[in-house]
């Protein structure tokens, strides 16, 4: 069975850091994409940033440029997302979830594997 588990969600004072974890298991994705996805509540799920299998390329939204950084460690299996200067409006739910492609990608329907989420709260 195939599970990706988030952790390293938490609550954190504007400007502060969180680092993201996402663990696969079931099977390796180090051959796949992988994203991160988040969701405020009353808005729909929106892209934050992807990398592709080899950790070569990466995308990331424009709101989150230059402060959130995406990386992967295919030999755990394991992708995370370094969050720097957040914001009040970066709270949150944060989902994993894994392509069935290498290459990175903002699409939703790129990805087909998702993780039950991880809730960050940016305090004022």
């Known amino acids: 069975q195939v599970q990706l588990v988030e952790s390293g969600g938490g609550l954190v004072q504007a400007g502060g850091s969180l680092r993201l974890s996402c663990a696969a298991s079931?099977?390796?994705?180090?051959?796949?994409?992988m994203g991160w996805f988040r969701q405020a509540p009353g808005k729909e799920r929106e892209f934050v940033a992807a990398?592709?299998?080899?950790?070569?390329?990466?995308r990331c939204a424009d709101s989150v440029k230059g402060r959130f950084t995406i990386s992967r460690d295919n030999a755990k299996n394991t992708v995370y997302l370094q969050m720097n200067s957040l914001k009040s409006e970066d709270t949150a739910v944060y989902y994993c979830?894994?392509?069935?492609?290498?290459?990175?990608?903002?699409?939703?329907?790129?990805?087909?594997?998702w993780g039950q989420g991880t809730q960050v709260t940016v305090s004022a």
């Open positions: 979830a894994a392509a069935r492609f290498p290459s990175a990608s903002s699409r939703y329907g790129w990805y087909d594997y």
């Open positions: 079931g099977r390796t994705f180090s051959n796949n994409a």
């Open positions: 990398i592709s299998w080899s950790g070569d390329s990466t």
